[in-house]
């Protein structure tokens, strides 16, 4: 299936370097220190605006993207928020701001990350909001290769890569 001048298409993998950054310009996250970013077109393991702006784009094409906190990581959710008995966290544990847990949520049968952000005399609030939710974020990205995905790739639902983030 070889294609003399690719372009992103479903079912290829798409390996991007790419600058994540805040509204302010500062950065989130970055190919150089994070390493490039891989996955399979078409499978929405990248937000969909990421895959509908990459679509038909060939190897050193380039674009920068403005993406909403509801094209992202969602809004920032008050609800999100809960205090937890000291008592509920394992024994020895230094409950501190900044502690990260790792929660089960009943209602859906997963596994929620969440941050400690403040401290009461009761207990300590924790947040499971995604970091970056309620973010406006700037993704300027380029695509340094592509590829058609593997049959295992495809029956795996992810790309086979050692080296890259995926």
Known sequence: MYQENPVVQSNWVVYLDYRLTYDDGEVVMDSEEDGRLSFIQGRGHVFPIIEGAAEGMHVGDEMELQMSPEETYGLYDEDALELLPFESFPEGTDVCIGLEVELFDEDS????????IELTDDGAVVD?????AGELLTMWFRVSDLRPATDEELSHDHVHADDEKH
């Open 128 to 132: 499971m909001n995604h970091p970056l």
């Open 109 to 116: 049968g997963e596994e929620v990350d969440a941050i400690v």
